[in-house]
């Protein structure tokens, strides 16, 4: 078997074939990164990064634009046969795809803090608790990724974003106390940021919308409402209306079972006391 370095750079050289194919096909059609940009109400820098294998080409963008193109499904079985990509699945590729340029995002969390607001320290405790183990290099990988995902929060227009978070998920300290002491104190920081509101749920509840798991929701650019959510042994992207709904109502209850954003800095004052 291959090391993971070696697999991540075959899927980097696909993503680059494929954003290749894509840069040959427009200039053919007669196409400006721009002017195809416009055709899909996407950014032209959304299409240089497809083409320069930065970003992946999702499924349904290859299909519309092998229609538009006239390339007879050359993008769409491109994608289709794509590496598969080790460390993250396909479906979480085309998740953290949307994430980066969500306008909402909604997200409840009942095990662990949710990866947008998670420390360097914290989540390679987490990925360090991964059962069978990663290596390190993996580790290392896929921490430099998460922390990177944080920076959805810090754009120059950040999406609005809510977290809903059990309180059982702060009370194990994972990584140890000062790793514990240090995401607290990183919560509570990112509290006060414009645009996020933070609740934690409280333990010792009688009724409880989330006992189903944890779950994000995302606005598109476009105002396509998607859903994302992860298995012990998969991830699933949900863009079926009816059951975005369903998870919308759930998060809606949520955010009523919750204490207010100000009642959790309070607790999170509390809980810092107690370090």
Not at 136 to 157: C, N
Request: charged share 25%.
């Amino acid at each position: 078997m291959s090391s993971p370095k070696r697999r991540s750079r075959r899927n980097a050289s696909a993503m680059r074939m494929v954003g290749a194919l894509l840069a040959v096909h427009r200039e053919a059609a007669g196409y400006t990164q721009r002017s195809l940009a416009e055709r899909f109400v996407i950014s032209e820098e959304a299409i240089a990064s497809i083409e320069q294998g930065r970003r992946p080409l999702k499924m349904d963008l290859a299909v519309q634009l092998d229609e538009l193109l006239c390339t007879n499904r050359t993008l769409e079985t491109a994608v289709d046969n794509m590496p598969e990509v080790d460390l993250v699945p396909r479906w979480a590729e085309e998740y953290l795809d949307c994430e980066r340029e969500a306008i909402a995002i909604s997200w409840y969390e009942s095990l662990l803090v949710p990866g947008l607001l998670q420390t360097e320290a914290y989540a390679r405790a987490v990925f360090r608790s991964r059962v069978p183990v990663y290596d390190e290099d993996e580790i290392e990988q896929l921490v430099a990724a998460r922390i990177d995902r944080r920076g959805v929060l810090h754009r120059r227009q950040p999406p609005t974003a809510s977290f809903v978070i059990w309180e059982a998920a702060l009370r194990d300290q994972l990584g140890g106390k000062g790793v514990y002491a240090e995401q607290l104190r990183h919560l509570r920081e990112y509290a006060e940021l414009p645009g996020l509101a933070l609740q934690i749920l409280p333990l010792g509840r009688t009724t409880h919308a989330g006992l189903q798991g944890p779950f994000i929701l995302l606005e598109t650019p476009e105002h396509q409402r998607l859903a994302y959510t992860e298995t012990q042994r998969g991830s699933h992207l949900i863009a079926d209306p009816d059951e975005v709904a369903i998870l919308t109502q759930k998060y809606a209850m949520l955010r009523t079972q919750a204490p207010n954003a100000e009642e959790t800095r309070d607790l999170l004052d509390r809980l810092l006391g107690d370090q």
